[in-house]
């Protein structure tokens, strides 16, 4: 588990890993916080914050220092293992030791028992992508997977948990800058031809703008009108008082959520949208690509409608007839374009409860895992082998001075989910509010207590909090969580350097300082 | 690979790893079952699936007892009626089990008295336990199956929040030192609803709708569908009643839940009501 509390965020997956556990698999936890999951692991790496490339180039380093890399798995299926081994080489264990603060010889069993074991899995979430370096992150994970061959096996494989019920889902059906559904370059004449053929209309071949570089033509003026469908930006957004400016400074906003959100309420227009999960039909894809239904079990309250009737009636008012299409109808024309998908009828959804993608057609039985490939015999049906991508390790953007001395880091609780709008509503016997979580010793050296309140200090905002003094913390590192944004919104304090790659801010690295308040 | 006994004088064939509970769902057979869940690891506690096997000196329960090849099962001797109307007496003269789901036809076929033991009899009840807005724990329902422990700990969620305290009537499933739950470790997975047999355990609101007479499962529509949080995707049963959500489990043989959900899944729906 790299920078991921599944106990908290994914607790169903958590069972199965659990499951393992008992089973006798060592667990290996890489996090700042001792969290619930770190409490399982064999091993808990209490990595500073940002810290991750230092720790897996080590990691790399120290499996080809001792022979453990998977030689004949290398040379058959990847490219670019000389250039990858001469790159770690600066990042001896006592290197990384003094960048994450995990000792030298923890690092080295972490090495060890990685590239020793029979099956192995690197899973993830936020904790690795929440960082301005986030696809360099990945990239010195999946370095470790290839070479250990810890991938494309039954039980090995490199695991990102989605964090949201539909958001591989969302990027599945094209909701990215660069992709028709079914991952297909906008930027192919063919593949888009196929799209264009079916809609009856031109598709702009050119890729688009990812969020953070939408957030950024708002302040050139080039971006001037926004239609935003379940999505609560001027909260959940890192340095949301600045997000909040952009949105407002739009020429026009459109907002279909199923509440009056903080965004909704900025909003030009609302369309007031029924809960997908509950009050419409549907599909969602899960973190294992496995696609399933949703139904409808209640009638949406007042004038809400669901999603397809929305924008089918808005593309009405703009001209174009589509008429009120079933989501079922929907799916099939998206099986028809998104080769992936082709295989996944409703009827076949519902009797086998979910496929998982890619499932080719009605005979194919789904992927339980991808990049088998790798292992094939035959070079032909092996294909392009996948490359090693060395990367190197830059520290958070957000520097720790005397000024700003304190890492405060931000992750969800167990009952509670982003920005609150679903969570809020149930009466949970956990949930204590916002508060700023410290450790004991960096209380005490504010000269606060637990229920104290204090005010946090970023470069960018402040907010007021009770403190609660937590085990699972280290002097130097804070944590709060977004979803209290109403009460402390703590989005104001995080920083919106983002991965150029990803377009992903570092919501995971914020210097703040803390004063008591009073 | 599979395994042919006989269930009764028929022949019944049965993959390599069942139990004779498996063998006797197969055959068809109504079997009483209180303990038992396929989500979890069978503790034998309850007794009332007890059968007969040919060679075997005591009766043996159903739910736990690997079939083997050549088994000889009865179900239906006097002996295994005697037991089962027996266990089911005790019971039901101890514990309320007016909203256990079976458990009525189960005295009816097995001509089970509970009142035989007078009206004076020694029962297990007590006041129910409503700490939070989430669920009761009413012990008065009890019989201490151990299932709700078994969900709370390895089988499922690892929480170990609940054990067994007390000895004989005094015997009650508990929070460390009997504290209320929400001091307690409980992580409102309300996995222990998902598995109880007998309605001790109950989302506060089929407790309530109870309490004022609404509660109407012949209203009530179930429909499946996926959970709105987290990307695990876990299934959802949507039990609904006039247009509001009045309970949710998780379809037991679901390879993604196993039929366990966490708080958000499981509670966390009033934004929709």
């Known amino acids: ?518 | 690979m599979t395994i042919e006994l006989r269930i009764d004088g028929v022949p019944i064939e049965v993959e390599d790893g069942a139990t004779v509970l498996d063998a006797l769902q197969l055959a068809g057979l109504d079997t009483p079952t209180l303990c038992y869940g396929p989500n979890l690891t069978p503790v034998n506690a309850c007794r009332v699936c007890m059968v007969e096997v040919e060679g075997s000196r005591t009766l043996v329960p159903a739910c736990s007892r690997p079939a083997e090849p050549d088994m000889v099962v009865s179900t239906n001797t006097d002996r295994v009626r005697h037991s089962r109307r027996l266990v089911l007496e005790f019971l039901a003269s101890s514990v309320d089990l007016s909203v256990a789901p079976g458990v009525g036809a189960w005295l009816d076929e097995y001509g089970a008295e509970p009142s035989r033991f007078g009206a004076d009899r020694a029962t297990v009840g007590q006041p129910v336990k409503v700490q939070d807005d989430l669920y009761i724990r009413d012990y008065a329902k009890c019989i201490l199956c151990y299932k709700c422990v078994e969900a709370c700990g390895v089988d499922a969620q690892n929480t170990f929040a609940i054990s067994v305290a007390g000895r004989g009537f005094e015997a009650t499933i508990s929070t460390e030192f009997d504290v209320a739950l929400p001091d307690s470790a409980c992580v409102y997975c309300g996995n222990c609803i998902g598995v109880c047999p007998t309605g001790a355990l109950m989302f506060k609101t089929e407790f309530d709708m109870r309490e004022n007479g609404t509660w109407d499962e012949d209203r009530q529509t179930v429909t499946e569908t996926i959970c709105s949080f987290c990307g695990v995707g876990c299934s959802l049963e949507l039990f609904v009643q006039d247009n509001r959500i009045v309970k949710v489990l998780s379809p037991l043989d679901h390879d993604v839940t196993d039929g366990h959900l966490c708080i958000k899944g499981r509670f966390g729906w009033e934004h929709i009501q």
């Open chain 1, 1 to 518: 588990m790299w920078g991921s509390n599944a106990r908290e965020a994914h607790p169903i997956f958590f069972h199965h890993l659990l499951k393992g556990v008992h089973n006798g698999a060592r667990l290996y936890a890489v996090d700042p916080r001792r969290t619930a999951s770190a409490a399982w692991a064999d091993v808990w790496l209490g990595i500073d914050v940002g810290a991750d490339i230092a720790v897996a180039n080590a990691v790399g380093r120290e499996i080809i220092a001792h022979d453990l890399h998977n030689a004949e798995f290398i040379a058959r299926a990847t490219t670019g293992f000389e250039a990858y081994a001469a790159a770690m080489q600066p990042y001896t264990l006592d290197y990384a030791e003094q960048i994450s603060g995990v000792p030298a010889e923890v690092i080295g069993g972490l090495a060890r028992d990685y590239a020793t074991a029979g099956t192995a899995q690197l899973c993830w979430t936020l904790g690795i992508t929440e960082h301005r370096s986030a696809t360099d992150n990945v990239l010195a994970l999946i370095n470790l997977a290839l070479l250990t061959g810890h991938v494309g096996r039954w039980g090995s494989g490199l695991v990102p948990i989605r964090g949201q019920n539909n958001v591989q889902g969302g990027g599945d059906m094209g909701a990215l800058p660069d992709k028709l559904p079914g991952f297909q370059s906008v930027e192919d004449d063919e593949l888009r031809g196929k799209f264009e053929a079916q809609w009856g209309a031109p598709v702009p071949p050119d890729k688009g703008w990812h969020l953070s570089l939408m957030f950024e033509a708002m302040d050139r003026g080039d971006l001037r009108a926004l239609y935003i469908i379940g999505e609560n930006p001027a909260q959940a957004e890192a340095d949301a008082a600045h997000a909040r400016e952009r949105l407002a400074g739009l020429d026009f906003m459109v907002v279909q959520d199923i509440f009056l959100t903080r965004t909704a309420q900025m909003a030009d227009v609302v369309f007031p949208a029924a809960a997908a999960w509950a009050e419409t039909e549907g599909t969602v894809t899960n973190s294992e690509r496995r696609v399933q239904r949703v139904r409808k079990a209640l009638d949406p309250p007042g004038e809400a409608r669901d999603d397809i009737a929305i924008v089918s009636a808005l593309a009405k008012r703009m001209g174009h007839d589509w008429g009120y299409p079933t989501a079922e109808e929907l799916w099939d024309e998206l099986r028809s374009l998104s080769p992936m998908h082709a295989g996944m009828s409703y009827r076949r959804l519902e009797a086998l409860r979910g496929l998982q993608w890619p499932c080719r057609d009605e005979e194919d039985p789904g992927s339980p895992f991808l990049h088998g490939r790798l292992w094939a015999e035959d070079p032909a049906e092996r294909g392009r082998p996948a490359p090693f991508t060395p990367v190197e390790w830059i520290p958070p953007a957000d520097e720790l001075t005397t000024e700003y001395p304190l890492r405060l880091t931000t992750g969800r609780r167990l009952d509670s989910y982003n920005t609150g709008v679903q969570s809020g509503g149930y009466s949970s016997p956990r949930r204590h509010g916002e508060s700023l979580d410290l450790d004991p010793e960096d209380a005490a050296a504010l000269g606060v207590e637990d229920g104290d309140r204090v005010r946090v200090i970023s470069r960018r905002g402040s907010v007021e909090a009770p403190v609660r003094l937590v085990r699972g913390l280290r002097p130097g590192l804070a944590f709060m969580t977004p979803h209290f944004p109403d009460d402390v919104d703590v989005n104001s304090l995080t920083i919106d350097v983002w991965d150029p790659k990803s377009g992903t801010a570092e919501f995971k690295a914020t210097a703040v300082r803390v004063e008591k308040v009073g």
